[in-house]
């Protein structure tokens, strides 16, 4: 198996407004597999969001390496080996629902046709159908975050990298957009996925590894194999394994912030 | 999927029927309403005063109010007749001299607006992409605006008849106080892009080309059209103060300057005039409207 993320000594210092120096990453080293599935979880201010945009190249890291695909992660980003999805839908208020889907495309220099169609593809995948010429602020969250993941997964890429995209969603909504992140990504073949959410129902349910990280400064603490059987669905909720799985999780969520606490 | 169905349903049925005509309707008719009694308020200190004698007396003190006499303040039935009736005897009708001079006023306002927009975007976009500009020029012109205009077009006059173009005086009067609030607003608006979307940018490896038209430029729209409603109105006010020291014979500001020397002859035709210029400037600015609307069509109705 090759490796297609590998975040080797990892370590991120941000200058805070303050002048002080924060701690956000501190020597991480994870490996992700062609087409898994793997979800960073922590509390807040341990840097998820941090790992997640060194290794889309949006930032760059003070030390160590991350390669993608054996390049660099900036190599990686100008060959559009990216799909970003954030927490807030970051759909573009001008353009409508299509148009928005289009816009990576556009960018990319698809003829005009091909955009179309792809775009009408993608709604159809995220079930947005009939929705093309509406403007982003007639959808609901739901929907707005569902043209947003079309809107990445539009060209194709390697890589999706998720940053909280159901965070401000509903207990009911998040669960299904979490069956209809799972079809998609069944329906791709050999798409990587990274995920990040501060839930642990989330991260177990769509997850083969979930990777927990620890606050100030943002560490590794362990990565948990989530082997629960594929294609997962409501059943799996019930699973005796998704029981076993979730408390461990949250035990080493638990431990991770004792640690802080201590020290 | 069935519960989504319905509930965006319903979503839409308040998002496709908003109450939008109702609203611009209220909104024309409280408009409307508010000039009727300005009108009334006009009319009925005329009469309160002529029925003191122009003076009023609270205990001791007495106040003066004849500025609300018929010299000072005519009666709007005079005005609107002023309008009708030549300014010069056998001449046409004072609407048609006036129509024409304004013509005047709105082709130098429109090219002062244009000569304006262009340079203050053009500004805009140089502070937007360089932190030193903006740092280094933009307080030369906010300064440029404390200057008074009035102090500044009898030099621009001067410069231009010197060129021998003295015709381009009174845009380039009109577009000093037009450029200002389009830099100023399109700065704030290129610049105000949310975090996320220029990150959405770089995740494509978008060129700063694409960055500019596809996010930055659209961002910017409506705070754009915000600056050149002021701007519209702003240039036909620098376009009559430009005519005041050009010497020349025709606009509004120069018919103004006319009526104002013979205002005891006709103290109406001095206020039709500057009703004629007022008109003038909220029609350029609803044509500005009108292209708003057809541009920034994906804003919500109520965020006006
Ligand atoms: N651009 C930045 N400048 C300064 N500090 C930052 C910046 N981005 C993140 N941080 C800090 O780094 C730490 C990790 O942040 P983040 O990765 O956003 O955490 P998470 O996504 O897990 O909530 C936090 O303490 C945060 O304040
Ligand atoms: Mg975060």
């Known amino acids: 198996m090759s490796a297609v993320i590998s975040i080797q000594n990892v370590t991120k210092m941000f200058r805070g407004s303050d002048g002080l120096l924060v701690h956000a990453l501190d020597n991480i080293n994870l490996n992700v597999e062609e087409g898994e599935f793997v979800s960073l979880i922590g509390p807040s201010g341990c840097g998820k969001s941090t790992l997640l945009r060194t290794i889309a190249d949006l930032i760059q890291p003070t030390s160590g390496k991350i390669t993608v695909n054996n390049k660099t992660a900036a190599q990686a980003r100008k060959d559009r080996e990216y799909g970003f999805v954030f927490q807030s839908s970051t759909l573009y208020d001008w353009r409508t629902v299509i148009k928005n889907v289009e816009l990576p495309l556009e960018i990319m220099k698809w003829p005009k046709n091909k955009r179309d169609a792809r775009a009408r593809e993608m709604l159809g995948l995220v079930e947005l159908s009939g929705f093309e010429d509406k403007y982003p602020w007639q959808l609901s969250g739901g929907m707005q975050q569902r043209v947003s993941i079309a809107r990445a997964l539009a060209f194709e890429p390697n890589i999706l990298l998720m940053d909280e995209p159901f965070g401000a969603l509903d207990e009911m909504t998040r669960e299904r957009m979490n069956n209809e992140l799972l079809r998609i990504w069944t329906a791709i073949p050999r798409m990587t996925v990274v995920f990040v959410t501060h839930s642990i129902a989330e991260a177990v349910y769509l997850s083969d590894h979930v990777v927990v990280l620890s606050p100030r400064p943002g560490r590794l603490a362990t990565i948990i194999d989530i082997n629960l059987p594929r294609p997962r669905g409501p059943e799996t909720r019930d699973h005796e394994d998704y029981f076993r799985l979730t408390s461990q999780v949250r035990h080493a969520l638990r431990s991770g912030v004792r640690d802080e606490v201590l020290e | ?304």
């Open chain 2, 1 to 304: 999927m069935v519960g989504n169905a319905r509930k965006s349903t319903s979503t839409f049925a308040r998002a496709e029927n908003p109450p939008v005509d109702l609203g611009l309707l209220r909104r024309i008719l409280y408009s409307v309403f508010l000039l009727v009694m300005l009108l009334l308020l006009w009319e009925g200190l005329k009469a309160f005063s002529a029925s003191n004698n122009y003076e009023l007396q609270i205990g001791s003190a007495t106040i003066d109010l004849s500025i609300f006499s018929d010299m000072q303040l005519p009666h709007l039935g005079d005005i609107a007749r002023a309008f009708t009736e030549p300014a010069q005897r056998n001449g046409p009708p004072l609407y048609s001299t006036l129509i024409e001079n304004a013509g005047y006023t709105l082709q130098s306002a429109v090219g002062g607006f244009l000569l304006g927009g262009f340079f203050g975007f053009l500004l805009a976009v140089l502070f937007a992409h360089s932190r030193l500009m903006q740092g280094g020029c933009l307080p030369y012109v906010v300064a440029s605006q404390t200057v008074p205009l009035i102090a500044i077009a009898p030099m621009i006059v001067i410069w231009f008849s010197r060129a021998g173009n003295s015709a381009l005086s009174i845009p380039v009067i009109a577009a000093y106080l037009t450029f200002f609030p389009v830099t100023i607003y399109t700065l704030r608006g290129l610049t105000s892009v949310p975090e996320t979307a220029l990150e959405l940018m770089q995740s494509y490896a978008a060129s700063q080309w694409e960055i500019f038209v596809k996010l930055r430029l659209p961002n910017a729209l409506p705070q754009i059209f915000t600056a050149l409603k002021i701007s519209a109105t702003a240039s036909v006010v620098g376009a009559i103060i430009g005519e005041l020291p050009s010497g020349f014979q025709n606009g509004l500001g120069v018919t103004i300057l006319n009526f104002a020397r013979y205002y005891n002859q006709s103290p109406p035709r001095l206020w039709a005039t500057i009703a004629a210029a007022g008109l003038v400037g909220i029609l350029f600015f609803l044509v500005i409207v009108l292209v708003e609307r057809l541009i920034v069509r994906w804003q919500r109705e109520d965020s006006d």
